[in-house]
């Protein structure tokens, strides 16, 4: 067998150039200087070799050895610097920060609400949101033949009513059934805030949404007045909307109060609405058809009602445009509350 000492050394060139790792230059070191590899076989070639080729065949194998021991350390020199440079803290790059979660705009405005009503004593109720027929309609004296209770209003479930044959459970359209559950388990004085979800089948566009939020209030006793629901309601705008803002009561009608009304307010917090009058509530005396199905005695008792809609209020406190923001859960949108 003939030895290329040349050959052998420029393919050793190209090995060592192409290990890209430890384990790579490894398999060269064994190709070239193991115990099977290339230097041994020379060696042992030697013995069968003439004087003269023995001469140069030896010189060209220790040559080769130098070499590729030479090559293999620096090579592995600097792949082991390339790794520790790989696994080395960088102390100059910025920092990955946690992100750390807030409350919803939307908790956060119930909580602000409610927190203004509990400071005058109204005590925080919840109802559930799969409501009866009776305790969303017909115990708020809300008739048969009510627009509101149309399948395009309110959204029923095709769960019958356990307790009223031919009738179905359904979402709540307004937390106004709340009163009728504190009055069923109560007896007065009562003050209480309910505030929840409520659910109607409305296309959803920039100011309208199947789900949004309402806070319900009702206070009952013996000797509660129209100007009662004035001074509260007006106590609760001053607070929560500032000392200067201006409000109106605007007379409207629900069947479950009687007189109702509508409150408007002007308020300089409304960003882009500044001086304009805008509905925040629904109120009233509640009816004494009410108190009646409730089954408290006939003439006992007074008691004022409200409903807030608190998106609405979210949306002009903020200067928001599109109540669907509200669910996009948009993190640049979220992050500002
Ligand atoms: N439930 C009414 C609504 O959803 C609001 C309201 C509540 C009005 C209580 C009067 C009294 O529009």
Request: hydrophobic share 40%; net charge neutral; proline share 5%.
């Amino acid at each position: 067998m003939s030895w290329d000492i040349e050959k052998i050394k420029t393919d050793l060139n190209g090995d060592i150039g192409g290990a890209s790792s430890l384990d790579m230059l490894e398999a060269v070191r064994l190709k070239y200087l193991g115990k099977k590899g290339l230097v041994q076989s020379i060696y042992a070639a030697l013995s069968s070799a003439g004087p003269e080729e023995k001469k140069s065949l030896g010189k060209g194998a220790n040559d080769i050895k130098t070499l590729a021991e030479a090559l293999i350390a620096e090579r592995k020199k600097s792949l082991v610097t390339q790794s520790q440079r790989r696994d080395a803290i960088d102390v100059s790059i910025p920092g990955v920060g946690r992100v750390v979660g807030t409350q919803h705009l939307i908790t956060q405005t119930v909580e602000e609400i409610c927190q203004v009503f509990e400071r005058m004593g109204f005590v925080l109720q919840q109802g559930p949101e799969i409501e009866t027929e009776f305790n969303n309609f017909s115990a708020l004296n809300i008739p048969l033949d009510h627009p509101s209770r149309d399948s395009f209003d309110t959204f029923y479930l095709d769960q019958p009513d356990p307790e009223a044959a031919g009738r179905y459970l359904l979402l709540r359209s307004h937390t106004s059934p709340g009163q009728v559950r504190v009055m069923q388990h109560n007896k007065p004085p009562l003050a209480v805030i309910i505030p929840g979800k409520v659910y109607r089948p409305d296309a959803l566009d920039a100011s309208h949404s199947f789900m949004f939020h309402q806070i319900e209030g009702l206070l009952v006793d013996k000797h509660v007045t129209f100007a009662d629901l004035k001074g509260l309601l007006t106590s609760f705008c001053r607070k929560y909307f500032g000392p200067d803002v201006k409000m109106r009561f605007r007379p409207h009608f629900f069947p479950f109060t009687e007189p109702s009304a509508e409150v408007d307010i002007q308020s300089n917090i409304f960003k882009g609405r500044e001086g304009k009058w805008l509905e925040i509530l629904g109120c009233g005396m509640v009816h004494p058809k009410v108190f009646a199905s409730a089954g408290y005695p006939e003439g006992e008792y007074t008691g004022l009602a409200f409903g807030l809609g608190v998106e609405r209020i979210a949306m002009l406190k903020h200067g928001i445009g599109d109540i669907r923001t509200f669910v996009e859960n948009d993190m640049r949108f979220l992050k500002q509350f």
